[in-house]
């Protein structure tokens, strides 16, 4: 994956910079006009803001069991990146509601579950920044509630009444829409692959570096 | 002396009581609204243009991908700087 590092940041960064032509070229919804092609970058993030909360728990909760290094490096990555894609979602989702629903904000189920998402891949970051020695275990233990949080978004369009948009969006989309969400979905997910592989990469030299000073202390 | 002084600050006194409310009541806002009425369409200049929304959600997401690979780029280069710098200060 290092050695695919470079050439795969190209291609997400020419991904990104041709979205926009095919995002423009994609036909317009029929009662929200125009603003509605933020779903086409704000679904996408939302979507990998569950995936990587979801890695965070599951690998945090590899972690409080089996004590492994590598999953605590995957686990803090992945907090970061919620915390990066739970902004995105943050600010892009008012920038729609403003112009389609006349508010910036709605307490409603699934923006309120979102930001108490995103909110706990917060606290993790905070606990492992500055609770001291065992925020790891402490902060794995809060990154396997927040993970336990994804479901109750995903559904929470379904179950609850809410004026977001419903999961059968996505599957429902015509193939003239589909096919600029799914590329900026492919866009989004391939920059996480690499956030999140730069990420592990200065985990472990974090942990090298520990390592150099314990043995230099011997 | 003193009774002149005594009718001449009277004389202000009184002049500003009788002028002030006249003063006042020039300067007072127009009434407030008493009631709302509702109607069908918004005009044109009243509407919020989606376009600035759009490109404003996009660029967002173009200014935090780049920021975050920045602050990992920068904490890599601190921690491979510091390895390099104990590498070279422990005897082999």
């Not at chain 1, 933020?38 to 945090?60: D, E, N, R, T, W």
């Amino acid at each position: 994956m290092r050695k695919a590092f470079v050439p795969l940041l190209v291609i997400a960064g020419a991904m990104f910079a041709y979205a926009p032509v095919m995002i423009a070229q994609a036909p317009f919804e029929s009662t929200m006009g125009l603003v509605q092609k933020i779903f086409y970058y704000h679904a996408p993030s939302g979507m990998i803001m569950l995936l990587a909360a979801l890695v965070c728990g599951v690998s945090s909760a590899v972690y409080l069991w089996g004590r492994k290094p590598g999953a605590d490096h995957v686990a803090i990555a992945s907090a970061e990146l919620t915390a990066l894609f739970g902004a995105i979602v943050m600010a892009t989702g008012p920038l729609w509601a403003k112009k389609a629903w006349g508010i910036w904000w709605d307490w409603d189920p699934r923006l309120t579950m979102s930001f108490v998402g995103w909110m706990i891949s917060l606290a993790y970051l905070f606990v492992r920044k500055y609770a001291g020695p065992g925020s790891d275990k402490l902060a794995a233990a809060l990154a396997v509630f927040g993970s336990a949080n994804v479901p109750f978004i995903y559904i929470s369009v379904n179950v609850w009444r809410t004026m977001h948009p419903k999961t059968s969006v996505v599957p429902k989309l015509p193939p003239l829409m589909a096919g600029p969400f799914w590329f900026s979905f492919t866009a989004l997910f391939l920059l996480f692959l690499l956030l999140m592989t730069a990420r592990i990469h200065l985990e472990q030299q974090r942990a090298a570096l520990d390592q150099m000073y314990l043995a230099e202390e011997d | 002396m003193m009774r002149r002084a005594v009718v001449a600050l009277s004389t202000v006194i009184l002049t500003l009581m009788l002028s002030a409310p006249m003063v006042f009541a020039l300067q007072q806002p127009p009434g407030g609204q008493t009631e709302f009425l509702p109607m069908k369409e918004v005009p044109p200049t009243e509407t919020i243009p989606a376009a600035p929304l759009l490109i404003a959600g996009y660029s967002i997401i173009w200014l935090a991908a780049i920021f975050y690979l920045w602050t990992i780029w920068r904490r890599l280069n601190k921690v491979e700087t510091e390895m390099h710098a104990l590498a070279r200060k422990t005897p082999r």
